[in-house]
């Protein structure tokens, strides 16, 4: 079993950053791939990106890309996000999410095991 725990949302101005967090606790963390997904109101849970159990492979959807950083600390058991040049569109809740036990990283929600209680973002334009 494994709990995740988000921090770091808020509301920021376009063109600002933030750094979200997601805090582990249970199993050894390394066993996990991890991703960031977020989901807006009256919209579906979309990924953001995904990092496997090293931090070695990382996978960013394409609006994301130079813009979103993923990392994993694994002696901390902590996955960041770090958001750059933020948009109104970045509005939503930002999840963390754990799969156990498997190489690579995983860009399908229904791909992951357990899952954190999210974090807004508001981003004001």
């Known amino acids: 079993q494994v709990q995740l725990v988000e921090s770091g949302g808020g509301l920021v101005q376009a063109g600002g950053s933030l750094r979200l967090s997601c805090a582990a606790s249970g199993r050894i963390f390394s066993d996990y791939a991890m991703g960031w997904f977020r989901q807006a109101p009256g919209k579906e849970r979309d990924v953001v990106a995904a990092i496997n159990w090293s931090g070695g492979s990382t996978y960013y959807a394409d609006s994301m890309k130079g813009r979103f950083t993923i990392s994993r600390d694994n002696a901390k058991k902590t996955v960041y996000l770090q958001m750059n040049d933020l948009n109104p569109e970045d509005t939503a809740v930002y999840y963390c999410?754990?799969?156990?036990?498997?190489?690579?990283?995983?860009?399908?929600?229904?791909?992951?095991?357990?899952w954190g209680q999210g974090t807004q973002v508001t981003v004001s334009s």
């Open positions: 999410a754990a799969k156990r036990g498997m190489p690579g990283y995983y860009r399908n929600a229904r791909e992951y095991d357990y």
